[in-house]
């Protein structure tokens, strides 16, 4: 079973960036798709980006194309979360996770707010 441990999330003004880090373990990363997830407060858990596992081929959710970009490194076991012109409803916990997913881990808050 996947583990997976998230960081980089904090207080950020809107049209600012950061970096989300994902480290996996317990699984072949290498053999798996890898996506992030966000969730904000009183809405469901909403797939953002994916990243396949051989050809690095990317996709994302419409709410996010053009400004968050995903990548990894097959040889480190992470992922990260490259997130630009930050908007406040972005403001969400966001997970890491294989495909098919695993349990959760404990997420990084991101907040967007002046």
């Known amino acids: 079973q996947g583990q997976f441990v998230e960081s980089g999330g904090r207080l950020v003004q809107p049209g600012g960036s950061l970096r989300l880090s994902c480290t996996a373990s317990g699984f072949v990363f290498i053999n798996h798709y890898m996506n992030w997830y966000r969730q904000a407060p009183g809405k469901e858990r909403e797939l953002v980006a994916t990243i396949s596992n051989a050809d690095f081929t990317t996709t994302y959710a419409d709410s996010v194309k053009g400004r968050f970009t995903v990548s990894r490194d097959n040889a480190r076991n992470m992922i990260w979360l490259w997130m630009n012109r930050l908007k406040p409803e972005d403001t969400a916990m966001y997970y890491c996770?294989?495909?098919?997913?695993?349990?959760w881990g404990r997420g990084t808050q991101v907040t967007v707010s002046s």
């Open positions: 996770n294989r495909s098919p997913p695993d349990p």
